[in-house]
């Protein structure tokens, strides 16, 4: 992760503008086309595996290659709602394939907090 500072709201405002444009003039044709419904698979440089279901899309010109997710990983079992811009895609997946993801890394979470509260962590 990256993080960017500037001196002024302004600053932050024209580098934001500026990394979008630079992440859209990398989307492929395919990722443009994902979509309310749509699966995905992704995945961060240090290998975290990202699993998301998109949930709606906005209507702005500036932001047309973002999309409203729920995603699901080992950081955040539970889910989160978010953005993503479709240029961080992978792969599109199945709703069934996404659907056992994500019944796992629920499993996992609440075996988890089972584990530790039998351990008095918690």
Known sequence: ????????????????????????????????????????KRWTPDGLEIYGEVLGDYETKYLRNFRIC?????????????????????????????EAVRNKLGKAWRLALKKLKEEEFL
């Open 1 to 40: 992760m990256q993080v960017e500072t500037g001196a002024s709201i302004l600053e932050i405002i024209e580098s934001d503008r500026i990394m979008t444009e630079m992440a859209d003039s990398r989307t492929q044709d395919w990722q443009k086309r994902i979509g309310k419904g749509d699966c995905f």
């Open 70 to 98: 729920r995603c699901y990983s080992m950081a955040c079992p539970e889910g989160e709602i978010g953005q993503v811009h479709v240029s961080t895609v992978n792969t599109l997946i199945d709703r069934e394939t996404f």
